[in-house]
């Protein structure tokens, strides 16, 4: 009886009276988030039973929530994806999971609800809420960390790949003509090292750190600068159609590095190099595009300081090339693809052949004939230019002792080149040494090789060097005179034999005054100073003749032969001797 009165009484209360079983209130007043079970009502889901915690993130009393409709608890407010999954699982639908952004005491929180059916009559479901705002704020701090970099504050490379491939999405979609395109700079401060070394890491630091300040008004709104690693930083450039606008910004930096940084109480005058990629040139990747702004960074590194330098199409391809080439260079020794030519030196009072240069080639297996000037400068980068120039000064002195033993021409001279590379990698005295030693050939019968670069470069070192090959009773020639930093001074003073008339001068001889008048003004030096001269370049009768005339010693070029491989050097040798 007790029992139906109390029915009785549940069915003549008003709709918002409710009473609350005391087990289950307790069970949801004991959960460490906000909890409800709710029923369909008028208008939407209602409370049967909230917990303390929903009810004092709503901010009402104490069981006020109870027979209220969700909507109206502040936490909820524009909660609609929550409504309509509440709706479908009191329909019928499984479990779900939502999120959404709410007021908790006048604050707005992140949120999390699970909502699921309970297994009674009428259809009731139970709402679990969480506050993941705590969570959401240390997943922005620890991204804010991952994305930044600790020292400047400034994007990271993570971040900066980021932001960078959603640039070149917007690039990819953008129409014909838009200015929807994107650019990297990266660009790297210049003799930051030294500043490392000579003040300190905590000088180098405080200079990044002003860098980065520096650099913040050069960039454009919209724009990213990132510092990426070390003292390397990089701009992302968006919305261009070219890559003017990103030279504009490189510009700026320049210009704003112009002035001194004052570091640690001293002026620091700071440059930086800078190079160049856009998306119009580069891959459809972030990791390309910053690839090849790094590449044309490497170039202007290489072309001096404070330089920029854009990427240019197909320049990995030719990276690539060289690459290849350096590796085969690598092995071109040991497989024997080397070869030295012979380029006759003419006696021009008498016509008959003085001596031979000896020029290096390489017979590569797909290229065919590699030239020098494509190679040497690689041997020389990579220090291969130590072996190669020892194989050639063993290979050439070899080659004129079986010569002056088999054909008895003991007058012959053989001319071998030496760069700057040998001179400061190896001990060239001591290649020489043992090349004759090897050979059995005269020092006087070696002539050394050296253009006017390398000894100006140092030529207290060079001078050092020349004075113990002429020890060894070689006679040195400079190589292209008059074509860079000639001194009277380093004539005077060095060791050197013979002057060599750059083929250029040779060839406009009857072109140009100046020509003509620069080989008069080196034979009359030479003349002077007691040395003999060779010219480059002899092309024509009437240029040979005009140098006989002004009495040049020694003459070569394609008018007599042009570098002759071994066994035809030999038979002009021998034509020679019978002529």
């Given amino acids: 009886m007790a029992t139906n009165a109390a029915k009785t009484r549940m069915s003549a209360a008003p709709a918002r009276t409710v009473v609350v079983r005391e087990e289950p209130q307790a069970i949801l007043d004991a959960l460490p988030l906000g909890a409800a079970i709710l029923q369909a009502g008028h208008g939407g889901a209602i409370c049967r039973i909230a917990n303390r915690i929903l009810e004092t993130w709503a901010g009402v009393p104490r069981l006020a929530a109870i027979g209220l409709p969700v909507a109206a608890l502040s936490p909820f407010a524009g909660a609609d994806a929550l409504f309509a999954a509440i709706d479908e699982i009191l329909a019928g639908a499984g479990p779900r999971d939502v999120n959404w952004t709410g007021p908790v005491a006048g604050r707005e929180r992140h949120l999390s609800a699970h909502v699921c059916r309970l297994a009674d009559d009428p259809p009731r479901v139970m709402m679990t809420v969480r506050d993941r705002s705590p969570e959401m704020q240390a997943e922005r701090s620890l991204r804010q960390t991952m994305l930044h970099d600790a020292l400047t504050g400034l994007p990271n490379r993570v971040m900066f790949i980021e932001e960078t491939e959603a640039a070149i999405e917007v690039a990819a979609k953008a129409a014909a003509g838009a200015k929807q395109h994107a650019a990297v700079l990266a660009l790297d401060i210049n003799r930051f090292k030294a500043v490392n070394e000579g003040m300190g890491h905590l000088a180098g630091d405080e200079l990044l750190i002003s860098f980065a300040r520096r650099l913040l008004p050069c960039v454009r709104g919209g724009d990213v600068l990132a510092r990426l690693s070390g003292d390397e930083f990089a701009v992302l450039v968006r919305g261009i159609d070219g890559a003017d606008e990103a030279v504009q910004v490189a510009q700026r930096i320049h210009e704003t590095l112009a002035t001194p940084f004052a570091i640690t109480e001293r002026e620091l005058f700071i440059g930086a190099s800078i190079g160049i990629a856009t998306t119009m040139t580069s891959g459809s990747f972030a990791e390309d595009l910053l690839r090849d702004a790094e590449f044309a960074l490497n170039r202007a590194k290489a072309a001096g300081v404070a330089r920029t330098e854009i990427y240019q199409l197909n320049a990995h391809d030719q990276a690539k090339s060289r690459f290849e080439l350096e590796t085969d260079l690598r092995h071109a020794l040991e497989r024997d693809e080397l070869r030295l030519y012979y380029q006759p030196l003419i006696d021009l009072r008498s016509g008959r052949i003085a001596g031979f240069e000896a020029l290096a080639r390489w017979q590569h297996p797909d290229r065919g004939i590699v030239p020098p000037n494509d190679f040497i400068p690689l041997a020389e980068e990579t220090g291969l230019i130590v072996p190669i120039g020892r194989w050639a000064l063993d290979t050439a002195c070899r080659q004129l002792a079986d010569w002056r033993r088999r054909l008895g021409r003991d007058d ?168």
């Fill in 412 to 579: 012959l001279i053989v001319a071998v080149n030496m760069s700057g590379g040998q001179l400061v990698r190896d001990d060239v005295v001591d290649a020489v040494t043992q090349a004759l030693a090897a050979s059995g050939l005269p020092g006087n019968r070696l002539k050394i090789e050296l253009t006017e670069s390398v000894i100006i470069d140092n030529p207290k070192r060079a001078g050092a060097i020349l004075e113990r090959l002429k020890a060894l009773d070689v006679s040195i020639a400079m190589d292209d005179f008059g074509t860079g930093y000639s001194s009277l001074a380093y004539l005077q003073k060095l060791p050197i034999d013979v002057l060599k008339i750059d083929r250029s001068f040779v060839s406009n001889m009857f072109e140009t005054e100046d020509s003509y008048n620069i080989v008069i003004a080196i034979l009359g030096l030479a003349a002077s100073l007691g040395m003999e001269t060779v010219a480059e370049g002899i092309e024509t009768i009437a240029q040979a003749d005009r140098l006989t005339d002004l009495a040049c010693q020694t003459g070569q070029g394609f008018l007599y032969a042009r570098p002759l491989p071994v066994d035809a050097a030999e038979a002009y040798l021998l034509a020679d001797a019978s002529a």
